[in-house]
């Protein structure tokens, strides 16, 4: 074998062992980033904007948004259309004074659901 072509042959094969070796990036969950209302928030009656933030692409049209009630009844919040692709909003409306608790599923663009919950209380305007 030519001297020229086997050094090829041994650096082809350098990099490929190389490119092994790198760590390829994580793919990254879901993480909430910012949220209204915020966790353990007071806000006014009796129309809430809730606006969910995270760090990657969601999928909305497979995520949920429920509000659990003060009396522990669940309703299930349409969610509109994303101002970003990182994000998911609704309105919970007529909502009377209580402790409530806003539970979040998203489809993140890496494939995999990941669930929280945002516990704030509404109170008189």
Do not use: C
Request: glycine residues 6%.
């Amino acid at each position: 074998m030519h001297a020229g072509r086997r050094s090829l042959l041994i650096l082809i094969l350098l990099l490929a062992v190389v490119s092994l070796l790198i760590p390829a990036p994580a793919a990254a969950h879901a993480i909430l980033l910012e949220s209204n209302p915020p966790p353990n928030g007071k806000v006014a009656a009796p129309d809430i904007p809730i606006k969910l933030r995270f760090n990657v692409r969601i999928d909305a049209s497979r995520s949920r948004l429920t509000l659990v009630r003060p009396d522990g009844s669940v309703q299930p919040l349409a969610i509109g259309k994303p101002a970003s692709e990182d994000t998911l909003s609704a309105l919970a409306s007529n909502l009377p004074p209580g402790d409530y608790r806003l539970r979040w599923q998203v489809l993140a663009s890496d494939g995999h659901i990941t669930r929280g919950e945002i516990p704030f209380s509404v109170t008189l305007a």
